[in-house]
């Protein structure tokens, strides 16, 4: 009842998940993975066992075909079932039961696999399939939305539309649980879940972003007059101005001790709709959570 791709980021290590279904709230099961380790999306007759087992063979080492061989040897149902993978190595590996219903299918590429099940055809993971590796060298966490909007534009789920998400873990862990995951969205209910999902992905790159340090301006001087002017700030009192309009807006993640970060710059001179909408034409490769 649903379509999904399981990846790894060449670029940053980082591994994750993209569903879409016609069913309510899929990134709530679906997606399963932990920094480190790897990442797993587990569908049709899904078993939430599959998603918490599956992470512990993980991290003992095995591959990915080994966690599907494991899963499924014994289960009477896992004829019924689906499920994507990607290890720790970056190997990937995608199962398809004999009885999941039609269509249902998968592939691999280098370091992603797609699969679905009640799908409008094959194309629908061939698409998405496509577009990953068109997309290679732009941001992860776009490109897995990207691959959903190609499989959702090629038929997607025949009984229509209904919920989606991406989930994305760093590649090692930071020891810290809730900074572990540095991509998750989802739309639990919607005419055009996919859509919507997209549509977020310029809001996690702000509102969650990190600073770029080497293209900073110093908070001082012709800056920091032009800041307290946007402020409405007296000079001597910009930073602690600048602190509490980013507070409130929720970009604390992107200040920078006596610099301003060009995201923020951009933010207080532009506004936030300006921003997003110049991140969703062109998603820029630096700034995302990390």
């Known amino acids: 009842m649903t379509y999904s791709i399981v990846a790894v980021d060449p670029a940053t ?58 899963l499924t040897c014994g289960d ?104 572990d995951v540095i991509g998750d969205l989802r739309v639990d209910d919607a005419l055009l879940p996919v859509h919507e999902l997209a549509q977020l992905v310029p809001k996690l790159w702000l509102d969650y972003g990190t600073p770029q340090p080497e293209t900073a301006l110093p908070l001082s001087g012709a800056t920091a007059k032009r800041v307290a002017s946007t402020l409405n700030a007296k000079p001597n009192e910009v930073k602690p101005a600048l602190v509490r309009w980013a507070s409130e807006l929720n970009l604390e993640s992107r200040l920078l001790p006596e610099k301003i970060d060009l995201t923020i710059l951009e933010v207080l001179e532009r506004g936030v709709g300006a921003t997003l909408d110049r991140v969703a034409a062109a998603p820029p490769r630096e700034g995302w959570p990390a």
């Open 76 to 179: 009477d149902d896992a004829p019924h079932r689906q499920l994507g993978i990607v290890d720790r190595n970056n190997r990937v590996a995608s199962y398809t039961g004999s009885r999941c219903l039609a269509w249902a299918g998968g592939m691999c590429g280098t370091g992603y696999a797609v699969q679905g099940n009640l799908l409008s055809g094959a194309q629908v993971v061939e698409a998405m399939a496509a577009k990953f590796e068109a997309t290679a060298g732009q941001p992860f966490v776009h490109r897995l939305v990207q691959a959903l909007l190609a499989g959702d534009e090629a038929g997607g789920d025949r009984r229509g539309r209904q919920s989606a998400a991406v989930k994305v873990w760093r590649a090692e862990p930071a020891h810290k649980t809730d900074v």
């Open 13 to 70: 290590g980082a591994r994750g998940v993209a569903v879409a279904s016609k069913a309510l709230c899929v990134g709530a099961h679906v997606p399963w993975g932990k920094a480190g380790f790897g990442a797993l999306a587990t569908q049709a007759w899904h078993d939430l066992r599959y998603g918490w087992e599956g992470l512990a063979l993980l991290e003992e080492g095995r591959s990915a075909a080994s966690v599907v061989q494991h």
